[in-house]
């Protein structure tokens, strides 16, 4: 698992090989549309931990210390780790894969570094989830340092 870092630093992302939707989302204090992301058959497996049935992450949604953004194909949840230091977890449906993805995290983003302290933001890459390692590239994000057994799959 590799930790991908990225800042509010403008021009560090990729360009795009297709045209980048304007993508609006949405700060949510129930998990329903979360939860509906995390528990689709191809998210599911990526963020299932040790849990032996259908995820319920309405804590960490009613919890107002995070942020959780939400879109048509996906959801997005910060959590505070230090002052202006925040942890991102991703989760996006097959059908918003790629150009979405990628308009939904910008505008994520830029949701984040207007609206909250964030000064930088840490995501979490599982070895082996291209989707999640193209997306993180694709917005500018760089490596930081691996973890051994650092992610809980299946």
Partial sequence: MSTVKTNGAAGTAKPASEPIPDVAVERRFDAERLNAV???PEVFPWVRGLSPGALDLSGGAENPQNVVLTGDHGAIVF?????????VHTQVVPEGRGAWARGFVEAA????????????????VPEGNAPAAALARSIGGRSAFDVARGWVFE
């Fill in 38 to 40: 995390a528990n689709h």
């Fill in 79 to 87: 959590t505070p780790v230090l002052p202006a230091i925040w942890e």
């Fill in 109 to 124: 983003l830029r949701w984040m570094f207007t609206q909250t302290n964030a000064a930088e933001l840490l995501t979490r």
